[in-house]
């Protein structure tokens, strides 16, 4: 059973269904789908801090230098730009399990095995999993802090009612196109040299 038609099965056929119920739907089994596809798809996969001041950050887990020094910090001067890549710190192993480069939204269920890097916090839940990102469900997708983005709760609604629309209707299959991904300066992808362009192929569902 492919992900579209096991999400059929749990959304609402009728337009009656666009009711509590449906957004309470919305809210549980979907939220295995969009942190699994914002994890690997962040539509912004870097962004970029400047120290405003000399700092000394503390790291959570020590690093070695080329030339063989242990820091378990980081001296930082007025200036210094920091660049923050999102897909990196979503593909480490060390948080979120040796298949982290997979798209396996089962990662995100309580049940869900230690080899796949356990389940991170739900939404609105203040603790996370050890070695993730402090942000929206483990991921630093949305940024984190008093920075980060002040619309996410929408685009979140806006995805999570896309998707239940969509594939009530519709099955979507593989494509033998070659997508690459390319930033510039969002998260983009590029078929046959030119950007913007990603093939869908899609049939109607069975009644």
Known sequence: MTTSSACRTSTPSSKKGMSFSFFFFLSFTLLTLCPSSLRLHPASPQTERVALRDDVLPLSTPIKTAKGETLTALRVRAGQVFHVPFTTMHLNPAAFGPDAARFNPSR?????????????????ATTHTKGRPHGWAGLATFCDGPRNCIGYRLALLELKTLLATLVRALEFHETTADVRRRISPTLQPVVDGRGGLLPVHVTLAAP
């Open 108 to 124: 995100w269920l309580a049940s869900a095995p230690s080899s796949s890097g356990g389940a991170a916090a739900p939404e609105g």
